[in-house]
């Protein structure tokens, strides 16, 4: 509720507004950053100033760089399956990464795949087509390489390794003609979900790539907007506040 004071000007009165209103007529306004818009407050009249890359009239309609929102789920998979990430250790030599993508359609037993190695100073990438054996008793592997690309640092004889219990986790040995046994440790990468359901919005707030929130579609709420709820339509009030004068 304002308190408006009289005074000798053209006005007559001056306004203290209430917490979160603003100006001559104490317009309200609450700073906003979620799903219902994105904005500060103008202090000189109450009018909703839009963060940066939002417009609209509630400042909720994104205008930035268009993106995604997604999310790493675990898979399905408890073979040899899949996309792995990991690493190599050569002799005390700096880890080498190592990308591991065995093909869904192969037979299990018979996998074949791509081997993509990139050299400790992160920008030589090499590729290597491999093929094999699984074991699904010992979920133990072999995988040969049937191709690559020359280069300085190793020339590539195969992947000898045990995926472990848990089905998330791989070690072994990445042997070479050039440096001998490496060993291999290595872990299974999650597939990336759009995470938002039934037509969501998805807000990022962070520089993160899982960093983000979900605004839900009338009809639907819960953390990813998965829940779906009856729709209650209410006619638009708005609330002037009470503005009393002190003598």
Known sequence: MATCFERNS??????????????ELCTF??????????????V???????????????????TGEQYECYENTPTNYT???GLWDGTIECNGEPDLKFTLIVNVTSKASNPTGTFELNYHNGTDLKDYTVSGTYSQT????????????????????????KVLNSGNNMTGNFVTFAVGTCSLNGHRRR???????????CVKNGTEDEVFYCCCSPGF?????????AVTTTADVTTVPDITTAD
Not at 44 to 62: D, F, H, S, Y
Request: net charge negative; proline share 3%.
């Open 138 to 161: 010992a979920k133990e592997f072999t995988l040969i390489t049937t191709s690559n690309t020359p280069d300085n640092l190793v020339a590539a004889m195969g992947i000898f390794g």
């Open 44 to 62: 000189r009249n109450g009018l909703k100033l839009c963060l940066e890359n939002w417009n609209g009239t509630e400042c909720n309609q994104w």
């Open 221 to 229: 709420e819960g953390l990813r907007c998965e829940k779906e709820v």
């Open 79 to 81: 073979d040899l399956k």
């Open 191 to 201: 597939e990336s979900v759009n995470v938002c359901k039934n037509n969501a919005t």
């Open 10 to 23: 053209s006005k007559g009165y001056e306004c203290i507004c209430p917490e979160n209103h603003f100006g």
């Open 29 to 42: 306004c609450l700073p906003t950053d979620d799903c219902t818009g994105h904005y500060t407050c103008d």
